[in-house]
């Protein structure tokens, strides 16, 4: 055996030693008196009482044990709001401390001592209530709130949830990241709406749009190139919705000249139900090598492809991008076909194209929209379509230029799935993601963060009244009976000397 054996079983031995001459004290000393014995366990009641203390002191991060880690924030999330200087505010509406959710938040406050983070019941912050227009029923939500900026989200914004592989992803993290650094940032996008062109406007028939748009903290305006003269220079998005009538002259020069200057756009447009001569509208989209849309709407056959009995509402592939990079399924309503031109001509445009929603090859495309039918007849177009696609034209080298069109702009619509249905198109499946993705792809938002956790491996589980009651009885029985017995013990000793 080796000099190095021996010491390490010599160590064994005193550790041995001690131990066993500690617990013979316990036993000789402590548990033969019954006031030791009492006070024995006066004393380890104390040290629970006092560690349990001294570890809500500390708030240390419960130790997470998932694979996903769900409840451990980031070291990304981490960094990037580390150095923010202002003071923000994170008010948890209907949380408690040991909600998963809180557990998050703190965290926040760790990496940086300027969020504060609280639970809040909004009944007893009437002036929470009243600024942010909660309501007192309200079961649950997240006010993040610095300055003059502030945002709200909804318990359902925490959660994306995937139809196709029936999973669901924690954007807890994401969101709250997102949050912070929106409302500290200096920097508000300025979207503007194009008017007098469609009676699918933003202001009519998009008003939850408009909404989340202001809740993402930027900021709309109605624009009326006519009467402006231009496109103003603080434009970071433009937003055009289905075109009815053609552009001016002067309006179609003045969007030409604001591509040609590296200007955005968002194009939203649904089918048309008859013939329509926009050349100047066809003139700004073959800027980008996009076609004139074609009458008709797209019809799917696939039934994992569309909502049930309703071939029109179609549920399109959503191909990988950065733009889809957060949304799994969107529904579309009626959609019609993006018509690209060749590949040739695209790179003559010097265009580069993407798709980021096409229908499934098993649909089809319905020039006569006076058939009710809902399987192919002759002059249906048989392919897989773009429904939407994400265009970025070079202008000069250190200028370009993006058109993200979708052939739909009822599914960011406030209209509603069915007339039996109460919730808005644009928050059916990941619609309002979709959008809300686009337009901060488009307007370069810097602080947006994508942090998904999949919830694949985690169970809810909730104990019935019978196993609460078992739970119960170790808790708080078990001890009780302990003591006792031990106090019968320390009597019948006592007796028998």
């Known amino acids: 055996m080796s000099k190095n054996e021996e010491k390490s079983l010599e160590k064994i031995k005193v550790k041995e030693k001690f131990g066993t001459r500690f617990i013979n004290i316990i036993k000789k000393k402590w548990l033969i008196s019954g006031t030791k014995t009492l006070a024995l366990v006066a004393l380890i009641v104390a040290a629970f009482i006092l560690t349990t203390f001294g570890m809500q ?5 419960p ?10 924030v980031s070291d990304e999330s981490k960094e990037k709001v580390s150095g923010i200087e202002k003071d923000v505010n994170i008010y948890l509406i209907g949380y408690d401390d040991d909600d998963p959710t809180m557990i998050i938040a703190k965290q926040y406050h760790k990496a940086n001592e300027k969020i504060n983070v609280e639970a809040v019941d909004i009944q007893q912050r009437t002036d929470l209530a009243q600024k942010y227009g909660i309501e007192s029923n309200t079961s649950k939500g997240i006010i993040v709130d610095s300055g003059e900026k502030n945002k ?12 196709s592989t029936s999973t669901s992803s924690d954007a807890t993290e994401e969101k709250l990241t997102s949050s912070v650094l929106t409302v500290t940032s200096d920097k508000i996008p300025n979207i503007y709406l194009l008017t007098g062109y469609s009676n699918k406007a933003i202001s009519g028939t998009m008003n939850y749009l408009n909404l989340f748009l202001e809740n993402e903290i930027m900021k709309t305006e109605n ?28 309006v179609a020069n003045e969007i030409i000249k604001y591509i040609n200057n590296g200007g955005n756009i968002l194009w939203l447009n649904a089918s048309y139900g008859t013939e ?7 003139k700004v989209l073959a800027m980008y090598g996009v076609d004139p849309f074609s009458t008709g709407y797209i019809l799917e056959t696939d039934t994992n492809k569309m909502l049930s009995g309703a071939p029109y509402m179609i549920l399109p592939n959503v191909e990988s991008s950065d733009v889809t990079s957060k949304t799994s399924s ?3 309503v009626e959609a019609t076909k993006i018509n690209l031109q060749s590949e040739d001509k695209l790179k003559e445009l010097k265009v580069e194209s993407e798709d980021l929603l096409t229908a499934s090859d098993k649909s089809f495309f319905r020039k006569d929209i006076r058939s009710n039918s809902t399987s192919k007849i002759e002059g249906d177009e048989s392919g897989k379509f773009t429904v939407g696609a994400q265009l970025t034209k070079t202008i000069k080298d ?34 309002k993601d979709l959008v809300l993705n686009s337009i901060d792809y488009l307007a370069e938002r810097e602080e947006k963060i ?3 956790k999949t919830k694949d491996d985690v169970t809810t589980y909730t104990a019935t009244e019978q196993e609460t009651l078992i739970i119960q009885i170790i808790i708080f029985a078990v001890p009780v009976v302990i003591i006792v017995a031990g106090i019968v013990v320390w009597q019948f000793r006592r007796r028998k000397k």
Request: glycine share 2%.
């Open 63 to 72: 130790i997470d044990l998932t694979s996903q880690k769900e409840y451990t």
């Open 57 to 61: 002191k500390l708030d240390l991060t």
């Open 330 to 332: 969107i529904l579309l």
């Open 398 to 431: 250190d200028v370009k230029s993006k058109l993200i069109i979708y052939g739909d702009n009822y599914f960011v619509s406030d209209n509603t799935i069915s007339q039996n249905s109460q919730t808005p198109l644009i928050s059916a499946y990941d619609n």
């Open 223 to 250: 624009l009326d190139i006519l009467s402006k003269g231009s496109v103003p220079n603080d434009c970071n998005t433009l937003v055009i919705t289905t075109p009815e009538k053609d552009f001016e002259d002067v």
């Open 152 to 163: 709200v989200l909804t318990a359902n914004d925490l959660v994306s949830y995937d139809t």
């Open 450 to 452: 994508t942090i998904r």
């Open 276 to 282: 329509n001569n926009l050349p100047n509208v066809n």
